[in-house]
């Protein structure tokens, strides 16, 4: 249908759906009574006077999903209508209809309170004005039947459609699901039915079956065959899509009716929510272990990949585009084994989950040369311009004559996948060890909650079954089919229906970052998975399987809608195609960090104090500034044989989806039991042993330079172990002198430049070697004391760590008056060297005066933006799920801004900063990261020529506005 079109009936429903509201006859909500008798109806049809039934049914909690709105009346005769979005409570005794325009995937929610067990008939009246329109009744989050609703011609026309269900006494929520396009609900009753409960089979209409999944334009694409034909075209219909049956008439997948809880939320070993905090179940003590270094000087390595070659090679995997290999004695190949910098969008320096994710070795690597790599490129030509970015999986072939680089331009792209956001990548590339087929995690497509822009509305993409995008997908490189780069493996879970790519795996994803196969037991896939506010998981995979996002944060209950948790009642446990929601082994709090880093099931023989089977893995860290993450441990339930997994989500029981218990591994290397530095990736080494790579960036940027390490799970007895990171002061103390400004001089303008030497220095290594770039760096302060606790910096403004000996730091945008400078000498890992060395200098900085360039004594030249004397601006500032709440800020040129931020996404990091344009990575002015909820404040100048600029987040660049300088 053209969107020309869709307005025209919206328009034609709304009015009237208005007219029958005027039109319609008085009804009542019936209202509970203690002497009511269980025998009689258990609700009434909503038809009478307010008074005249003492019915059985609780209509307190009616609402919509998704997003639809309800017209309704209550007032005593019918006079007059009112209308409200989503919530819509009937009171005790009112009167008046209930009438819901609701559209496809969106439902109409009841609680009922049931005296008596029994069958009872439900019966909706509605209308329909087209053919194969379905209501889907769900009761306490299991779907009881599907029911017809009949073609009625016209919106204001009712018939009654009906289903049989069973109900416990107690109380119950009720769902009614709408399925194909619009329906028009007059009212919902129960009866006591007569006869036995009849479960309704679901039956193709002429048009196809009842796996109804909106989809959107442009997001998959594949990739025209070699010999320039066409393609299977991308689905280009928005709205919904009706699936085809299947030759023997049969609905695939047939939602299930009554199914097991595997949603573990009543586990005692779940993470636990009081407030706004999340706690981990954690059992002590925590297990110790050893780390030695292998490698280091790489700058954000992601993942490492194995050719299985015997040729002992590494590969470890820089987000920043290249590979680097790298042996288990130290050495390090400087020429990159791939290098795809040119391909790839440009990532922000500060944070960014975009990049080279990883690569793959093909199983027959030794004889064909083929290695695959995951990567996000530039949005490709013909996609939604409003879009972020487009993943890109591709296949390489090493160069003939060199095995130690890819030949680039054999590049082939397998598969492309459009990106709505910057976030949310998944990305794990994986060969199973059984099967050899392919595996390729992906994101929901960015942002939060799996709503907004690119997102299905009312179930996102996650659960979308028409979307690749929150999926675990499976591909056979070895073969093509039609219009594809790849094939398809044959025992692909939803082959079987048209409508749901075939790739598909197993769906319900948020961010399946980090993923790796047990190499024993059952060899079932492992998926760390990246949590929102609140939670993090870790999941077994399992063929065909319904995983909790964006209904369950977890193993609880979310509202996307509302961007929190709920409580456990309110959500069902099975996806919205009517399969067991498939909950994780492992949830963490952030007490132990914001992100789940994973993470490998142990088999090798080194760690004494680890059981085999056991699951090690950790989290990225707790701040996003300095490097604070947390190694884990988990342990499978007792008696439980991962050997005995299914392979197959339909033989799953919740006895083998149990959660494990945690406990939290303390690094003997260091005094207090922690890395003190960002956990990347981990992965397990050809002897079963674990590998864990860190640095000392929050994003791909490169400073500190060079931080990025590989080290290695040993014994915590093991000889020789060195402190992770921290790097200590020889040959003495170091003078550390800041030569400009002088103290006590005056600085003219608004930029101060801080001039450091640093002589007799020597910092030394992990490993003992001096003077590694990058090992030691200097951290500036303006107006505040250095930090009073090591690795927590006392900066108001955004500090930059650079390497020493002779460096330059300037601060941009000082407001006039009396302002202190300090540096101090740190080690690597943010803490200071023992002595501390700080050195401290005042300075008066006075506005520049327009016409005059003349610097004061020590002072740099102003810049050419300056602060125009009697010009300010104060703007407020507000970021709430991942918006800002002004689009366009106004300022007079050369104008002093005042930005009062304040950042109420919790435990999300947000900041406020200034570019030219949309494209521009030099920023006019950077704000210092904030983790909400927080506020702060930024001062700085504007741009002294009138313009249209641009703002944005740096850490979710999708939140921008206008900067319009007049």
């Known amino acids: 249908m053209k969107p020309i079109h869709r307005y025209l009936l919206a328009a034609a429903v709304v009015a009237v759906i208005l007219i029958s509201l005027l039109a319609a006859p008085t009804v009542a909500r019936s209202t509970m009574t ?9 609700s009434q049809s909503f038809t009478g006077t307010p008074a005249a039934v003492p019915g059985q049914i609780e209509a ?96 204001d026309t009712y018939e009654d459609a009906t289903a049989n269900v069973t109900l416990p006494a107690g109380s119950h929520v009720v769902r009614l699901q709408f399925v194909r396009d619009s329906q028009n609900l007059d009212y919902f009753s129960l009866e006591q039915a007569g006869g036995p409960t009849v479960t309704p089979t679901p039956t193709p209409t002429e048009t196809g079956n009842v796996t109804p999944m909106p989809t959107v334009t442009g997001t998959i694409t594949t990739v025209p065959t070699s010999d320039g034909g066409n393609v299977t075209p991308t689905p280009t219909t928005t709205g919904n899509v009706t699936p085809t049956p299947t030759s023997d008439g049969n609905v695939t997948p047939t939602p299930t009716m009554d199914v ?38 790489f700058t954000s390595p992601l993942f490492v990949a194995d050719a299985k070659d015997g040729s002992g090679r590494l590969f470890l995997v820089d987000q920043n585009g290249y590979v680097n290999i790298f042996y288990m004695n130290g050495t390090v190949i400087d020429q990159p084994f791939l290098d795809i910098r040119d391909r790839m969008v440009n990532l922000l320096p500060a944070y960014d989950e975009r990049g080279l994710i990883s690569i793959a070795f093909h199983p027959n690597f030794s004889a064909n040369g083929k290695v695959y790599a995951y990567y996000s490129a530039p949005l490709r030509a013909g996609a939604d311009p409003s879009w972020n970015c487009t993943n890109r999986l591709s296949e390489f072939t090493v160069n003939q004559s060199s095995p130690d680089v890819v030949d680039t331009t054999t590049e082939r792209v397998l598969l492309e996948v459009d990106k709505p956001q910057t976030n949310h990548n998944g990305g ?35 659960q979308d079954l028409t979307k690749l995008l929150g999926k675990v997908i499976r591909i056979d490189v070895d073969t093509m089919s039609e219009g594809l780069q790849y094939g398809i493996p044959a025992d692909n879970p939803f082959l079987s229906n048209a409508s749901i790519p075939p790739e598909i795996y197993a769906y319900g994803f948020r961010n399946p970052a980090f993923a790796s196969f047990d190499s024993g037991g059952s060899n079932r896939m492992f998926i760390a ?84 089977g056991s699951y090690i893995f950790g989290t990225w860290s707790n701040s996003f500034t300095v490097g604070d993450g947390t190694l884990l441990v988990a342990t499978p339930p007792a008696g439980l044989d991962t050997a005995t997994l299914p392979d197959d989500a339909a033989s799953l029981t919740p006895e083998q989806n149990a959660m494990w218990t945690t406990s939290e591994l303390a690094v003997a290397n260091n005094a207090n039991g922690r890395l003190n530095t960002f956990v990347r990736g981990m992965y397990e080494g050809t002897d079963g042993e674990v ?9 791909p940027g490169i400073t500190p330079q060079n931080s990025g390490e590989v080290w290695r799970m040993v014994d915590a007895n093991t000889p020789g172990l060195v402190p992770i990171g921290n790097g200590s002061a020889t040959n003495g103390t170091p003078d550390v002198q800041i030569v400009q400004p002088v103290d006590g001089a005056t600085v003219t303008g608004s930029s101060v430049d801080v001039s450091v030497d640093v002589t007799n220095f020597e910092i030394v290594d992990a490993l003992g070697s001096a003077n590694v770039v990058g090992q030691g760096h200097l951290h500036y302060f303006m107006d505040a004391e250095p930090p009073t606790e090591p ?73 050419a933006t300056t602060t125009i004397p009697g010009l300010n601006s104060s703007i407020d500032l507000t970021a709430q799920n991942l918006a800002f709440s002004l689009s366009e800020i106004t300022v007079q040129a050369g104008a002093q801004v005042t930005v009062n931020f304040n950042n109420m996404d919790a435990n999300i990091p947000h900041n406020f900063a200034v570019y030219t344009d949309s494209s521009a990575s030099t920023a006019i002015f950077q704000g210092q990261l904030v983790t909400g909820p927080t506020t702060t404040t930024y001062t700085f100048t504007a741009p002294s020529t009138a313009g249209n600029y641009f703002f944005r987040c740096d850490v979710h660049p999708e939140m921008t506005g206008t900067f319009v300088v007049t």
């Open 34 to 42: 203690d002497d009511t008798t269980s025998t009689a109806l258990l």
């Open 60 to 155: 307190e909690d009616y609402d919509t999903g998704g997003q639809g709105s309800a017209w309704y009346d209550r007032t005593p005769g019918n006079q007059g209508g009112a209308y409200r979005e989503d919530d819509v409570d009937i009171e005790a005794g009112g009167s008046g209809n209930v009438i819901a325009f609701v559209k496809s995937s969106e439902w109409l929610t009841y609680s009922v309170d049931v005296q008596e067990a029994g069958d009872y008939l439900a019966t909706f009246r509605a209308s329909s004005p087209w053919n194969g329109r379905e209501v889907w009744v769900w009761v306490d989050g299991v779907m009881k039947a599907q029911v017809g609703v009949p073609n009625t011609g016209s919106f």
């Open 260 to 297: 097991s809880d595997l949603t573990n939320q009543a586990s005692p070993l779940a993470a636990m929510i009081t407030g706004d905090q999340s706690t981990t179940m954690l059992q002590a003590p925590g297990v110790p272990i050893g780390l030695q270094r292998v490698a280091g000087n």
């Open 428 to 462: 794990i590339l994986l060969f199973g060890p059984t099967d050899k087929y392919l595996y390729l995690t992906l994101g929901d497509g960015g942002r939060a909650d799996d709503t907004g822009l690119g997102h299905t509305p009312g179930i996102g993409n996650a």
């Open 529 to 612: 998975m990246a949590g929102q506010n609140l939670f993090e998981s870790v999941l077994v995979l399992y063929k065909g399987g319904a995983y909790p996002w964006n209904i369950r944060e977890g193993t609880h209950c979310f509202d996307p809608a509302m961007n929190r948790t709920v409580a456990n009642t309110t959500c069902s446990i099975t996806s919205y195609a009517g399969q067991p929601l498939i909950g994780p082994v492992v949830e963490l709090g952030h007490d132990v960090g914001n992100t789940v880093v994973g993470g490998v099931v142990y088999r090798g023989s080194n760690l004494t104090s680890l059981q085999q």
């Open 691 to 699: 590998l864990v790579l860190i640095n000392q960036n929050a994003g």
């Open 791 to 863: 690795g927590v910096p006392a900066v108001t403004e955004p500090g930059t760590y650079v390497p020493t000996i002779n460096t330059t730091y300037t601060w941009q945008n000082v407001s006039p008056g009396m302002h202190n400078f300090s540096v101090e000498l740190v080690n690597n890992n943010h803490t200071p060297i023992e002595p501390p060395v700080v050195r401290t200098v005042t300075a008066n900085v006075n506005p520049a005066v327009p016409g005059t360039t003349t610097p004061a004594t020590g002072t740099p030249t102003p810049t």
